[in-house]
């Protein structure tokens, strides 16, 4: 038994509170190492005849990547807290595997089990429940419809006159997207994730000058007001982009720094290195943006000042989310503070970071309740939009991303594939739409709460920034209509069907290379969903790998019912070509 690659701890993924009642418990091991996985546990004062008192359950293969297989259960610990350890096995040996390490025989010590203390409901990851059936659409909001000219700044370009630039203004605004609401009803999402619409000097407002006040060339708070009443109506929830990371470089703030030096009363809400009147001032800023000085998220008032931006346009216009930008950069005691404060005015507000990497250390129920899923969507452009990968090694990508997280944590995830800060997707796709396509019905029927960057559903082309932030096209005879109508089936399937979003347990049924073919489940008590994708430039027929026989087949895209009557089954696809089956148990 390779003893090297088992690997548990009781916390992070690999312990802990799947519901008010229950835990999951996962281990990892050497791929195809250990054939059987037995959890010893008990309350650590239960004892029977002057005997700890136990139970055992068998764990369950969960999935596997290239390196590791991963076992996971759940338990219901009666009195809350619980001791536990695992019998492994296989051909050759049997292990004991407690926290002080391996022995040959189970004993009854429990002292050196692995501690899972007591589960206290507040530590439990908990995600606001309407995410888990919405559809995002991302806005950039100077590029989405002018509805308003009158509020349009000096030097705003006529309506996708031209390519964008970094400093080019078209003049979308609030106005436009009120009256554009009917057509994102129609394509079917419901929330809208805005890029920041405060006071800023720049096109993209990433340098914000006033938290408080809404940038002139998108309307005034009377506007927004109405703009968030008119999408609740509809059933849209709005997410605005708190920048807290850094400020503008025409923030009061920070002007007053620069003036006043050393005798500033701001001069600590700032990193600063050097304040001196003889040189130039030194201090942090994002990235090497000069015009983006780094706030110090860790003095109490620049604190205060920010957790009552969260609170204001959560009380006062009631936005239902916050996306908060470079998320990573900025103190984890700030997050914790932050959510405890907004979560007092609503506690369903949506707090999603901007973490491009491993977010578990936020994602503990404390901090954020998701962040932007950027690896996953790396997963999926390397293996449908690039064909930098095969089947096999984007279900070992799959697996080891679905591991890395506690499950509530996907359910709840913000999972985009293209963004303000990403090339578009038919460029990402090298101009392919059966490939984009692909691509967005693995989205669609995948965990978490998918995210759509405007436009993408009609064919919109970009290259990076600021190629990627294109202004929308409106005028028909210039949109992707088969794409649109693509979209908007999709979108209605996943809201058709719960169980192509969170309702059902993910499971990768077949991966292979030589015909690059992905077949995946999900399944609850009543229904199994079955998902067939054709990642191939030929028509291929393929396999189902279960035994549908004498079931009743629902194809979802095209709403046939057909009855299997062959032990094995198996459905031809066009290139880059999907379908989706439902059965009902």
Known sequence: ?????????????????????????????????????????????????????HSTVDMQKSGNDDLFDYWAVEVIPPQRRMRYAFQLKN???????????????????????????????????????????????????????????????????????????????????????????????????????????????????YDSIDYMEIDPQFGDKNTFKRLVSECHKRGIRVMLDAVFNHCGEEFPAFQDA????????????????????????????????????????????VKKYLLEVGQYWVREFGIDGWRLDVANEIDHQFWRDFRQAVKAINKDVYLVGEVWHDALPWLAGDQFDAVMNYPLANHLLRFFAYDAIGAEQFSHDLQNCLHQYPKPVHEAAFNLVGSHDTPRLLNLARMNRQKVKLLTAFQLSFLGSPSIYYGDEIGLTGEQDPGCRKC?????????????????KLINLRKSYPILANEGKFNILAAENERNYLCYSKENEHQLFIAVMNNHPSTQTLPLPLDLHDKTILDLWRMEEFAAHANELSVTLEPYDFTFLLITK
Not at 5 to 30: D, G, S, T, V
């Open 472 to 488: 929308m096209v409106w005028e028909m005879e210039h949109q992707d209509h088969d794409m649109l109508n693509f979209f908007k």
């Open 1 to 53: 038994m390779f003893k090297e690659a088992i690997y548990h701890r009781p916390k992070n993924q690999f312990a802990y509170a799947i519901n008010e009642h229950a835990l999951h418990i996962q281990l990892k091991a050497k791929r195809n190492d250990i054939h059987s996985i037995t959890l010893y546990y008990g309350d650590p004062f239960e004892f029977e005849d002057h005997r700890w008192k």
């Open 258 to 301: 620069l003036k006043n030096r050393d005798a500033s009363q701001y001069k600590e809400w700032f990193h600063f290195s050097s304040l001196t009147h003889e040189g130039e001032p030194h201090y942090h800023t994002f990235a090497f943006e000069k015009k983006m000085p780094k706030l110090n998220t860790q003095h109490p008032d």
């Open 91 to 205: 051909h050759e040996q049997e292990l004991f595997y407690t926290e002080k390490g391996f022995s040959d025989t189970v004993h009854d010590d429990f002292s050196a089990y692995f501690c899972f203390p007591f589960h206290h409901p507040s530590d439990c990851f908990s995600a606001p429940e309407w995410v888990k059936n919405t559809i995002w659409y991302q806005i950039f909001p100077d590029r989405f419809a002018n509805g308003n000219p009158e509020n349009d700044p000096h030097g705003t370009l006529p309506w996708n006159s031209t390519e964008p630039t970094a400093s080019t203004i078209f003049g979308g605004d609030f106005d436009g997207v009120i009256e554009r609401l009917d057509y994102l009803v129609d394509l079917g999402i419901n929330g809208i994730y805005f890029t920041p619409i405060f006071k800023a000097r720049s096109n993209h407002k």
